[in-house]
Each structure stands twice: as structure tokens, then as C-alpha cells.
């Protein structure tokens, strides 16, 4: 690893900064490549500003920042004197956190440093950045704030930062008023803004269709707060008319509300929108204390975007000291069957109503269709054992399924009591025999402080029973009643339950938890996230076709996804006949998402039996690692098409996917990648010639081929399609 | 103990029900005494009602029952099916549980049991009733309640019970509508009602009078939240002209918010109004489950009212299987000093924002005012071990003080970690060799998950240092932000807190935390609590001179309260020249205190020093028990005069107690309470001749006289004064 490399210039602001003639004052800054620059200004009414340019085209135009604060009763005095004075004084003045400043210093630096991610798509990642903070002053409320811009060659990061002062100490925030302003009607692809789900299918329009094609994005969820008419979520993925990638998201969301992206048509400006607590407020504060950064990734393709590590890097390294622990994983799971509907979370139909510690199980019929059950479970850990899986998650072992959801029940499960068809100790010594990790399942039901509370026993009774892992749910409705799944008080309730895995040597995958910001890069135990429509949509009417096309250039710029691909058997009535879905995707591109959703964590989603009918194509999932030496975006554009070739960490195969959207897509695929000295055999994993998504997914052709790097193949996929190679090198 | 007498009458109600003319059910219902009768009753709009005689005079006229639930969507389909309904239908009828009953069955029961509590001013409790259930159906929604109604000798209480049903499973509670229709206009003892905050000074007003004083009795406090311009809090003492006494509370407010009394002027009426959670919402329940219970207590005498042992009996037994570690206690602390402002709780004034974990206070300069330092401690427990004092409380000892309070600040306290100068190990062992033991602290800040998410950790601390008791406190906003002090959520953790601690064999006072039910009978290592103005109000601008004869008959009501009696020095500014509070009390009644303010935990507040300084009276302070076999209220008159004569639980002595109001006042007092044959000798500790709680609050004469049975005392006890005797058995 290289050592960082940091240059600091404090710049004479009298010499470097440019004097306008409105005297408003405004400073470059460069990346160091050169191509990208920015500027920043405070404009006539002493408002920050800043504009982007790649290439010599302007990105972002002139965009206004800064925050507005809740108005407030001047402090209460200390409860314990003898005057007990309430102010109800309300000062206009002190909300505006966002014009009246002037500029008191302006600090440039550079950073390059390459540093050793715990596990990713590649092994290194060079962090370099240019950076310039400006210091500014509010006279008429005597604040300081400094505003933080890192320019990479790969786009911009900015944050607001707010130092220890007297007059700024402990404040709320009303809003965040950080614009993008865009330079043309660019096509995007979103999700509409939604403060309790991320669960919606993309959208691809032009800006200025937003609002009108908003509403019938709307489709019901388990929870759901619309953010308004034109709001949309990040990470927001944007292409304009010249070719222009641009994509907005945030890093390091810690402590803070995630922001929404409201679109202001006539100004054809995005502006922050931040999740609300139960009274509306944004944010509780304290300095010195940091705002998330503001990421705008840009690039001349789609690869440049999903090459990016700006995400990453704009996070703080990593806070676990031995990360021995945290091992990348392919698992499979007691889940789909549930989700498809053969059979259940629950335990018993005789009740529907559960009051845990006074239901008493062993006196209730089983419905005769709980998956959790100890030889069903043994069943899959034998296939595990049999096709060298790490792992066993099994969903519905624990008290309190039959009335889980849609009742803001406080006490809905204590993580520790399996039901009486589950034998945690039988099945962990058998796990354990088979050399097979188990899984554990939380589902808090968005019940988050019942789960807090019984965090440290659910905790140790994993560390008990051999589960390396969790994966957690936050189905429904937030409790404490009116906080979001967004809001700053949950969000911190995510990190809280990741440092306390960590202490327990945990590692987390949450489910319908916010959205990934790039913070496992300081938290590796973090290593899955849902935060988007997964595989289980495919059982709930069928995702989009060019849904994985999509979701690398959003949802994954953020971190990775247990997406849980693998479904071999796309009719579901084939498992549960009163389910008519039909998931939108041939077999051959349900291998290719291994390669293309990258995730440390990687299930092989669909039933033993399904994956018994096509052990051939079934030898790619065994095959594919879950941690990787490098990786390169050969194809890249939303909607249409990803081809991405990654090379394993731990050896030298390489292992190529590429999923593609409803039109079908043909792959003239280099091999360029490979080593020049070498020889490789490939397998190839393809569509068969008769094969489409909706008529017949099944069809799939393999051959090998050897190859090197001057081989080229063409590879033609099918609408919902895609292809996976495993190229092995010969020794 | 007697073992429980039940009968069970099931009422044939064709027989025993009276049909009256409008169609209209009722059934009575009579104390075991005959003295209390009830008549239950549906109207013509099918609403149940209650009347309430005594002695054949009416208390509570014909008065409604009922609830109003929360209009809700119809249940949102379980998210994982393929059709994800949201069905926005609204039903308004479903609202209404409050009309449209029919009786379906009545079923009446009489039952007898003496109890002994772990600790209280008896040492046996009979707890005897008439019951009467009345089981309604409400046809248009098909549901079903009970009402459940215990009539005791001295009053009436009744609650709500919702059993398991198809149609009553989850609901939400917009208001309970339970009435209280009263017969005059009574003069009545009353805080303004306010959902975070109970630290009013009474007022003694007619009903009539409510709406026009209230505003005036709203001074300001670190959190409130009045609750309505006719709204008062509970338990609410009222007297009507022709000498009848009643009293309005709760019993057993378990997973339920906090009752308030909105009076309805035209009506006479006073009407439940429940604190609300961050939405309004009032309550979130699941059947099977029950109302607290809502009690009426009634004498011909103030006497009558505080002998009522009916919330104690409304309780649950006791459900700590080994209480043999809970010990009533008497204590001192390191706490005045700061109240009255001479020393701090913060360590330092270096800085005022504090990040735990990150403000290094070895690198802070001390104040030089921080009391809670080692040495100072010793002091005080050398004081406590030299005048055979249980324990020690140490406030400020732990970090955060600097700016704990009025920043809605999450991670205040951690609880564990020590200011520089409070070595806890040199302490622990200090008081150990002593014989004394020392009381935790734990101010919250009100931020309730924070605690929790520190309780473990923070009992284990206790546990390993020696504290079997803990002070905790919840000044401020509560955090989750919108909550209040007593919705049903935070009268949750509060509960959460106590039961966690019994599992560390740890005792729990807490102050600001919700007005006590009477759960300690249920929990008895709730040993105190705050939940009104405590002594340290007379540091603040002082207490009402009548403010200890009115507690007995509305804090007392529900349990213990933590008053922290023992002021000997008045004058504020002789501890702290810049308090100008004078307490309103003479020395003598502040010992009085200790025998009318019941309390398994007392606390003598003062300084050392000043007890110094009066070391005969302080003799009483030393000899007074604090648990007891008998209690006799000999004087009860709200606003004019408490005097309790209590028998030692383990002796056969004897202490009496008397506190007077503004108009002083003279006390014939027959020790006809004595046993017949037992020789007595007196010590009485009363005000002197020129006493008077402003002019001269530390004249007080002591004198020893042989009593007995028939003896007789003129005791005259001056403004705001009152007397204390110990009567000790000569054997």
C-alpha cells in the first residue's frame, strides 16, 4: 500500500482567489487529471455557490448551497436556578444558515493514498483528490462554517462542516438547501422519493416527465410516505444529450437524515430533501459535526460511473481493528419456498394473534407448512455441504411470525426462541459436521427499539450457535411511531446494531434499512444491504426486464446488494400454484448477476430441486468467487446493457456477466483483460438461440473455448438475458 | 395471611338484572360494608354508565363509559403475496367503542385476602371487594369488552378488558371517554394537567374556578406540555360541602398513557383525557388486554383517603419471587450543596459541549465547584457511617454534566465513566469498610434510548461497585423526540427500566419519570419516585406553605414519593449568597416530614454542616424507622393539616407527625393509639413559641414526657410548622 501523499497549501486568499466585480469572491479548483474543475463562489447575497465542468463542459451550473435552520425559543436556562426564565424569543435571523457569508480563508490540498479494502471489486483503490475548504463567516449570526469540496478525476464530493463555536453549538435542521443545477433535460433513471421505501421499479425519463409519470411509480409497500410530486431518491443516475453520465448520491451518511433529491422544474435544479423525524424536524446537531458528503460522479460512459470508488473513498477507512472475521460468503437459504408462497414464516394457523412468552406453541397445531423445520433445514444444509457453499440462512425459526406485520406491535419477536419444529442445537452440531456456517434471521418488523433492547442476548445467542452472520429486516412501519426508515434518528439506529455486530464479531446484511452510502468501507461487517426491489419481486409480479441494468448505476454506487439472484425456475406456480408471477429474466442472465451485482455476499436464491434440473448451468454459481483482485465495466448503459469481467482475488480466473434489458443486446466481448502471457479456458454460460425471458427463459447453451487476450467472441443475449463466463487459467 | 376468600356469583341476569322501562339493563352493585353502592347501567344509546352512592348520598352521578379508537386504514395486506393491496377504506362505525352495547352477561364475585407488601406503612393489607363484571357486545362491529368494577369500603375502581376476538385484535386508541359526573361544585386540589411535567404548585380551588386560575399555575419548567385550559392531572383530591371526600386516580397504568381529568364545565364532568404519543395517537393495543384502573375513593374525612389502601389492592401481587434484597433505606447525599447553587454537577467551565469518548476531561481544568470529588464523598460518608445512615447518593460524579440539559441531546451520559476527581474504586471501598452504601445516579436527559441502550452495562456497573439502589432522573425533552413523560412508549421504558433492574437485584427511585399507580406493590424495588415538587423547590423560589398537607392526598395516592425532606437551614443564601429562595417550613415540621410523607426511601437532604448544628433535632432524623406495622391518620385536612401516627415495623415504638399550612395550627393530640398496658416515653419535637416558617423557622423546643394510652397533648404548630414525636416503648 502506498503511503498518502499530502500536500496542504494555504492559500493566500489576496493572490489566488479571484476578485469579480460584484466584489463577491469565487476560487478554482482542479482534479488532478485536469479535466474536471470547479469553481467555487459566494454570490451577491453571500450565498455559496458552486459549478462543475468535465472536459470543458459545464455539468452543473451555478448552484446554490447552504442550510436552513429550525426557528427556536432561545435556550431554555438550566433547570436548577432560582429564575427558571422561558424566552419564547424567536430570532428570524439565526434559521438562515445559507446567505451573508463572506469568505475568511480558502485551504487547497492534495491526497493520494491506495489502501486495502476488507473485501470489494478490486483489491486496491487508489483515493486521490484535490481538495479546497472555505472557511466562511456569518456576520450578522457570527458562524463559521467550512465548506469541503474533494475533486477526484472521477467527480466531486462537497460537504459542510461545522466547527466548535459559540454561536452555533447545538442547532436543528429545518432543510438542506444544496442545489444541482443541470444543464439540459438529461434522461434519467429514478425511484420516486419516498421516506419509508426504496422498493419501487425504475423509472427512465426525461427530467421534465418526473412529475407526470411520478404518480403511477407509486406502487403499494409495507411501508410507504411518498417525499412529493417530484421528489426522487438517490443514487440518481443521469445522462445527458451530449453523452454526459452525471450521478448524484451521498457518502457517509452517518448521524444525518438521507436526502431526497426534489426537482424544481423550472429552474431544471435538483435540491436536497432531507427525511423528516415524527415532527417534521431534519436533523439534531452538535459541533463539531459534518453533514454527509454530496457526491457528483461524472464520466464520458457508463463504465466511468461504475468504475468509480469515490463513494468509497469519501468515507472514513476502516474502524475494526482485526477484520479476520469478516469472510465474504455464498450462501443459499430457506426463504424462496416462503416467498413464493409454498410455504410459511409462520409456525400455526390456529392463532393470529401472538403475545410472546404467553403463546404457548407446543399446544398449537402446526399448519404442516413451516420451511423453518429442523429436517427441512438439514435438507438444505446437506446441499450446501454437497455443492461447497459457505452458509445456511433460514428464515422463520422464531417465535412471533403469525402476527408480524402490519401492527406496529412493539414486542413482535426476542430473536432467542425458535419454534418447536426448530432445533437450534441439533441443527448447528449438524451444520457444524457438514462444515457449514448457519445464517441468522432477524426480522424486527421495523420494531427498533423492542430490537434494541434485545440485541446483546440475539447477539450472543448467534456467537452460541455458530452464526457468523445476520441478515435483518425492517418490514413495516418504523416504531417509535412516525420516525421513517430515513430519518437520522434510524439511521443511527443501523450503525448502533453494525458497531454492536461488530463487537460480537457479526456481520450484517439489513434488509429495508436505508440505503447504503459507502460507509462499509469504514464498517465491513456491513457486507449486504437490501434498499432496493431484490430477486424476491420476481415472485411478487416480476421485476422490470432492464431492472439489473439499472441497478448497478444506482442502488450499487452506495455498496453492494444481496440481491439474491439465481432463480433457475421463473414460473412460480411451478412451486406454488396459486402464484401466477413470472420472473423477467432467462436462466443464463440469473448467472450473469453474480458477476454483475457485485456483493461479498452472494445467494444462490431458488429451491435444491431447481437447481438439481440444471447442474450444468448450477456449476457457474459453485464456481464464481465473492471477492475479487479487479474489475472492468466492458459494457454500461442503463436500461440497455452491463458486462462487467472481474478477476478473482485469489487466483487467476476470470469470471465475465452481462445482463441486458427487454431489447436483447449482442456482446462483441475482448478479451483483452487477460494476462497477454497466458492461457485460459473458458466457459461459457449463454442464451439459448430460441431463449427470451417470457417464452423460454430455460434455454441456455454452454461450451468451452479456449481463449487469450487477443480473443474476441461475439455473444448475443436475449431480451431479459445475459451471458456468464468462467475463464480458468492453465497452468 | 389469610388465605383468599372468593366467591363467584354468575348472575342468572334475567333474575337479578333490573329491566327498565326504556328497555335500558342495570345492575348495583354494594361494598362489602353495604356503605358504597354502584349501578351499572346501559342508556338508550347502549353507552354504559356507572353511578356511585355512598351512604345514600350520590358522588358520581350517572356518568359514560367507553372508548373512541382511531380511524384507520383496513389492515394492509401481509407484503410478501403477488397482489399488495392497500386498502384505503375507512370505516367509521369502527371508531366507536363506546355505544350500541348489550349486556350480554353479568357475573358478581366477593373477594377477601390480607397481603403483606415487601415494605409500606402497614405491614398487612386487606384487600376485600364486591365485583362485578358486565360482558357488553356491540352488535354493529361485532365486538365484545368487559367492564370490570371492584367496590371496595372505600371507593370504587373499574377498568376496561378487551378479550381475544376476530374483530378487537389491534387498535389504536383515539381517546377514552371514561366520565366522572360530579354533584357539586367541589372544592378540589389540583396541578394543571401537563404531559411532561407534574412539578406544579398545587391550588385549591372550586371546580368552577379551574378554567381562571389555571393559566397562573402554569410557571415554567425544563419540559412541559399543558394539556388543556380545564385540564388537570391526577390523583385529584376534592371535598364537597357536605363533608364528602373524593379522590380521582389510577391504578396499575402498565403499557397505557397517563390519565388526565378534562373538567366539561356544563357538565360538571370531569372526562379521561390520555397523554398522546409524536402523532396524537393516545394508545397501541392488542387483545387480550385491560384499561389501568380508574379509581374513586371516598371518606367522610380525610382520614378515610389516606387510610385507603384500594390502588395497592388494584394491583398485581407482587411478581419479584426473592425480594429479600430490598431494603427500605435512609440516606444522605452529595445533592443540596447543588441544588441550592453552592457547588456544581458539571466537573468544569472549560467547556460547555461535551462529545463522550471524545472530550478528553483529563485535559480540562476543574471548576473547583464540582462536588461530586472523592473527598468530598468521604465526608459525607464518614457523616453517614458516624449517625448509622444505609446510604450515599453522589449526583454529578459521572461525564457529561457540562451540557446535559436543553439540547435534546442523544448520547449525554453513558453512565460508567467517572469525572477525574471520583475515583469510584477508592469510594466503593471506603464506604465498604464504613458499613455504607452508596446510590447511583442516572440522569437520563429524558433520552430514553440512550439509557436502554446503556442499561445493561450501567446495572453491571452498580452491581460491581457496590450500588443497590439508583436515583434516576428525566429532566428535559424525552427523546425519541415527540414523545411525552407519560405516553404509553415512555411509561413503557420507565417500566422496562424497573423490571430490568429487579433482574440485577437492583432498587429504582425515579424523579420526572411518570405519577406511580401503585405498581410498587407489583414491583416493589420501585422504591421511590419524584413525580411532583420535592424539596428542592425550596431552593427555587420556595414551596407552598400548604404544599406537604396536600401531597398525602394526591402524589401520595399512588406510592412513595422521594420528597428529600430535612431542610434545617431555610435561608438559601447562607449556603449560596446568590439564592435568595427561603424554604417555606419550620425545622420542626421538616422532621414531621419523615412520618407524613411516606416513603420506604428518606433521604436527609441537608448538609452535614447544618445538621451540626442541630444535632438534638437531628436525633429524630436518626431514630425515625422507614417502614412500618400500623399507620393512623389522626389529622387530615388538605391545605390545613397532616398529622400520621405510625407504629415501627420491628419495634413496639411509635413516631407521629404533623404538618400544618399557612394558618398554623393546634393539634389535640390522644396517644390513644398506644397499647393499654404499655408504658411510653415521649420525645417531642415541636416549634417554638415564636416560630413561624418566614420569620423563625429554626425555633423548635424538645421535650420528653411519659406517655400513654390515655394520655393527651395540646401541640401548637405555627405557620408552615408542625411537630414530630418519638414514642418509645419502655420495656
Chains 1, 2 share one sequence.
Request: net charge negative.
Amino acid at each position: 500500500m502506498s503511503k498518502p501523499n499530502l500536500t496542504v497549501r494555504r492559500s493566500l486568499f489576496i493572490l489566488i482567489l479571484l476578485c469579480l466585480t460584484s466584489g463577491v469572491w469565487a476560487q478554482g479548483l482542479e482534479s488532478p487529471d485536469r479535466r474536471l474543475s470547479m469553481q467555487f463562489a459566494l454570490n451577491a447575497q453571500g450565498r455559496p455557490t458552486y459549478q462543475l465542468t468535465f472536459d470543458g463542459q459545464e455539468i452543473i451550473k451555478t448552484s446554490g448551497l447552504g442550510l436552513e435552520l429550525k426557528k427556536e425559543e432561545a435556550g431554555r436556562q438550566e433547570t436548577f436556578d432560582n429564575t427558571q426564565h422561558t424566552q419564547a424569543e424567536t430570532i428570524d435571523r439565526k434559521a438562515d444558515l445559507m446567505t451573508g457569508f463572506t469568505l475568511v480563508d480558502a485551504e487547497t490540498s492534495t491526497f493520494d493514498e491506495t489502501w486495502r479494502p476488507v473485501w470489494g471489486e478490486e483489491s486496491e483503490i487508489r483515493n486521490h483528490y484535490n481538495e479546497l475548504a472555505v472557511k466562511l463567516h456569518q456576520e450578522k449570526n457570527d458562524r463559521d462554517i467550512i465548506i469541503r469540496f474533494r475533486l477526484f478525476n472521477d467527480g466531486l464530493g462537497f460537504r459542510y462542516e461545522f466547527p466548535d463555536q459559540k454561536n452555533l453549538t447545538y442547532f436543528i435542521i429545518k432543510e438542506e438547501h444544496t442545489q444541482f443545477r443541470l444543464t439540459g433535460d438529461h434522461m434519467a433513471w429514478w425511484v420516486p422519493g419516498d421516506f419509508d421505501t426504496q422498493e419501487y421499479a425504475f423509472t427512465g425519463s426525461r427530467l421534465s416527465e418526473i412529475r407526470s409519470k411520478l404518480p403511477a411509480t407509486v406502487t403499494s409497500n409495507a411501508s410507504q410516505t411518498p417525499a412529493g410530486p417530484t421528489c426522487v431518491q438517490t443514487a440518481l443516475m443521469m445522462k445527458s444529450d451530449d453523452g454526459l453520465y452525471i450521478n448524484l448520491h451521498e457518502a457517509a451518511c452517518i448521524n444525518y437524515a438521507t436526502m431526497h433529491l426534489n426537482y424544481l422544474e423550472d429552474q431544471q435544479t435538483f435540491e436536497s430533501l432531507l427525511t423528516p423525524d415524527a415532527r417534521g424536524d431534519k436533523g439534531f446537531m452538535q459541533t463539531p459535526c459534518v453533514s454527509p458528503w454530496r457526491t457528483i460522479i461524472v464520466g464520458h460512459s457508463g463504465a466511468d460511473i461504475l468504475a468509480s470508488r469515490m463513494t468509497l473513498n469519501l468515507n472514513e477507512p476502516c474502524k475494526i481493528e482485526d477484520t479476520s472475521w469478516i469472510r465474504p460468503t455464498k450462501y443459499i437459504g430457506v426463504w424462496w419456498e416462503m416467498i413464493v408462497g409454498r410455504s410459511h414464516w409462520a409456525y400455526t394457523d390456529d392463532v393470529t394473534s401472538v403475545k410472546l412468552g404467553q403463546t404457548d406453541y407446543s399446544k398449537l397445531k402446526p399448519s404442516g407448512r413451516h420451511a423453518a423445520n429442523t429436517e427441512n433445514v438439514k435438507r438444505y444444509i446437506d446441499f450446501a455441504a454437497r455443492h461447497g457453499f459457505d452458509a445456511v440462512l433460514v428464515e422463520g425459526w422464531n417465535q412471533g411470525w403469525e402476527d408480524w406485520f402490519g401492527h406496529q406491535k412493539d414486542y413482535v419477536f426476542d430473536f432467542v426462541t425458535p419454534y418447536p419444529d426448530f432445533d437450534v442445537e441439533a441443527i448447528r452440531e449438524y451444520a457444524s459436521q457438514k462444515g457449514v456456517k448457519m445464517i441468522m434471521h432477524h426480522e424486527t418488523s421495523s420494531s427498533t427499539r423492542n430490537y434494541e433492547r434485545h440485541l446483546d442476548k440475539a447477539y450472543q445467542f448467534m456467537v452460541d450457535h455458530d452464526y457468523p452472520a445476520v441478515k435483518s429486516g425492517y418490514v413495516g412501519d418504523i416504531l417509535p411511531r412516525g420516525e421513517h426508515h430515513y430519518s437520522q434518528w434510524i439511521n443511527n439506529h443501523y450503525l448502533y446494531c453494525i458497531t454492536k455486530a461488530a463487537d460480537y464479531h457479526i456481520m450484517v446484511n439489513a434488509h429495508e434499512a436505508v440505503r447504503p452510502t459507502g460507509i462499509c468501507r469504514t464498517y465491513p461487517n456491513m457486507i449486504g444491504n437490501e434498499s432496493a426491489r431484490g430477486t424476491e419481486f420476481e415472485a411478487f409480479g416480476g421485476n422490470t426486464v432492464d431492472h439489473t441494468t439499472i441497478l448497478p448505476f444506482t442502488r450499487l454506487i452506495g455498496g453492494p446488494m444481496d440481491y439474491t439472484p439465481g432463480i433457475f425456475e421463473m414460473d412460480c406456480s411451478k412451486i406454488s400454484p396459486d402464484n401466477q408471477s413470472h420472473a423477467r429474466t432467462t436462466l443464463a442472465r440469473q448467472l450473469a448477476l453474480y458477476v454483475t451485482m457485485y456483493s461479498p455476499l452472494q445467494m444462490a436464491a431458488d429451491l435444491p430441486e431447481n437447481y438439481e434440473r440444471f447442474m450444468d448451468a448450477f456449476q457457474f454459481i459453485k464456481d464464481v468467487p465473492v471477492d475479487w483482485q479487479r474489475s472492468l465495466y466492458l459494457e454500461a448503459e442503463p436500461g440497455q446493457v452491463v458486462t462487467i469481467a472481474r478477476k478473482d482475488k485469489h487466483s487467476d480466473n476470470w469470471f465475465v456477466g452481462s445482463t441486458v434489458g427487454p431489447e436483447g443486446h449482442t456482446t462483441r466481448l475482448s478479451f483483452s483483460f487477460l494476462d497477454p502471457g497466458c492461457k485460459y479456458e473458458a466457459t461459457i454460460y449463454a442464451d439459448g438461440k430460441d431463449a427470451s425471458w417470457d417464452k423460454n427463459p430455460q434455454s441456455y447453451i454452454i461450451f468451452k473455448k479456449k481463449v487469450n487476450s487477443k480473443t474476441k467472441l461475439d455473444l448475443k443475449s436475449a431480451s431479459g438475458g445475459g451471458f456468464a463466463i468462467s475463464v480458468k487459467a492453465i497452468k
